[in-house]
């Protein structure tokens, strides 16, 4: 990758594989000249051996190899050093077509694209620019869990945050008030949407970006950790005809993957399917996508009031914020409408307790909930590091429930950046409202009541899940207890 950066190998079409010092073994796109041969010799300096494939598959090693490259944002950070002279960083600079052609730029443009480049390879959710007193600090969310990366010097901040500002279209003058915007990026040909906030603090603005890679692969209902018992129980309360069927969680706890999942079951050239979403994490072919847009005071609920009058079979609504929003979703379920939606919650049960604080009436939310689905994310342990140990007397009693004799944990190695976790997978807990529930819902019973009741009725709690994990080795016991409570 040193010897041919990235824009030189996209342009030419050539990807070195293996170099011996006597030869270089080319992979070479199908449309290629003899000539950019020759130029790619001319440069290397040694014999060349090639083999052609197609442009498509040419283009997929070509992302994967220079997508997987070991730019640190760190040393990046280190060489800008505290001898730059920022004044002459606060300039509006064009955004680039794909970040691994800007090698050569400025140097708040090179930190910046190296914390991207870094984020996504790393595949963390979230990267945080911090300003303090004293000192800038950069994190990532990788599994859920912020971790340090690299402390700009201080009187940087200031020039990061613009170039963030002009990168999102926001305004760089105004630092007083918050501001939300988005970045659209290409890394190796890969589309990343990038959610851009920034709030006033006593030191300067704090920024966060929220990363989501839409070339990724979307999963479907079997394929996000769901057990087969709940997995056919929701997918009974996708066929009802109408409802409301919700999906709760706190943030980053993978609801909108879960609601994508369901709706790639439910496509059909008979359905009318139509999302109301902020923002569209998933281009869906077959489904009718509107992005909320604040600006022009296209809210949830007024998309939603267009929307009943374009002949809808299923609803999709991205969160359910306000009361006015969740009055039109019960308004269209009880017009023969099926409503699929978000709701923050602790677990399923208090689900009930939400919408009726927000003002639905007890009785209106009997006639048409369906289930809840409450679910959070547990990170996996790292099949590289990972030790089995028995169980201990203090950990049953700690825990409340049986566990496993045996039980994992991970000291962290280089697979997982020794943090001895490795991608995060699903725990479910799933409500469903029959005719004796729908009662106690109408009678305005207290959530206790309700849980206690559905627990009876064979309700599976979020830790009981998720001691499948453990007895698996899939996640380690103080994860499991960090994301569920008693």
């Not at 993957?257 to 994490?281: F, G, H, Q, W």
């Not at 049986?402 to 190695?413: E, H, Q």
């Amino acid at each position: 990758m040193s010897k041919l950066p990235y824009a030189f190998a996209r342009s030419h079409g050539v990807l070195i594989v293996t170099e011996t010092g006597e030869a270089v073994e080319l992979l070479v796109r199908e449309d290629t000249h003899a000539a950019s041969l020759a130029e790619v010799r001319r440069h290397l300096g040694l014999p060349i051996r090639i083999q052609r494939m197609a442009r498509a598959t040419f283009d997929a090693h070509l992302a994967d190899a220079y997508g997987q490259g070991d730019q640190d944002a760190a040393s990046v950070v280190e060489d800008i050093g505290q001898d730059v002279d920022v004044s002459q960083l606060m300039q509006d600079m064009p955004v680039v077509e794909d970040l691994l052609e800007t090698q050569d730029d400025a140097p708040i443009i090179r930190m910046i694209n190296a914390l991207l480049q870094q984020a996504v390879r790393e595949q963390a959710s979230d990267i945080h620019i911090e300003p303090y007193e004293r000192y800038c600090l950069v994190r990532f969310r990788r599994d859920g869990t912020l971790m340090d990366i690299a402390r700009p010097h201080r009187a940087l901040h200031a020039a990061i945050a613009s170039r963030i500002k002009i990168m999102a279209s926001l305004d760089i003058a105004e630092k007083r008030l918050p501001q939300d915007g988005r970045i659209s990026l290409r890394l190796a040909g890969r589309t990343v949407d990038v959610r851009v906030s920034t709030v006033p603090t006593a030191h300067g603005e704090r920024i966060v970006l929220r990363l989501l890679d839409k070339s990724g692969s979307q999963l479907g209902l079997d394929a996000i950790g769901m057990p087969s018992d709940t997995q056919v129980a929701f997918q009974a309360l996708l066929t009802q005809p109408h409802g409301i069927v919700l999906v709760t969680g706190p943030t980053g706890s993978g609801k909108t993957t879960t609601l994508y999942a369901a709706l790639r079951e439910m496509l059909s050239p008979t359905r009318n399917i139509v999302t109301v979403e902020d923002p569209i994490e998933y281009e869906m072919a077959g489904v009718g996508q509107i992005q909320v847009n604040a600006r022009i005071d296209l809210s949830f609920a007024r998309a939603l009031r267009s929307i009943l009058r374009q002949d809808p079979d299923v609803i999709m609504i991205g969160e359910i914020r306000d009361l006015e929003t969740a009055q039109i979703a019960v308004q269209a379920s009880l017009t023969g409408h099926l409503v699929l939606a978000t709701l923050h919650t602790n677990d399923a049960c208090s689900a009930v307790t939400r919408l009726t604080d927000m003002g639905v009436e007890p009785f209106l939310l009997a006639s048409t909930l369906r289930g809840v689905l409450a679910q959070r994310l547990v990170r996996c342990l790292c099949p590289s590091c990972r030790t089995q140990h028995a169980s201990s007397d203090a950990d049953r009693a700690l825990f409340g429930k049986p566990l496993p004799d045996s039980l994992w944990t991970a000291d962290g190695c280089s697979e997982c950046m020794r943090t001895g976790y490795r991608g995060r997978s699903g725990i479910y807990e799933l409500f469903s409202v029959d005719a004796e529930l729908a009662q106690l819902i109408h009678n305005a019973a207290p959530e206790a009541a309700l849980r206690e009741r559905s627990c009876e009725k064979g309700l599976r709690l979020l830790r009981e899940d998720g001691l499948r994990y453990l007895a698996s080795g899939k996640t380690s016991f103080e994860e499991l207890l960090r994301v569920t409570r008693d």
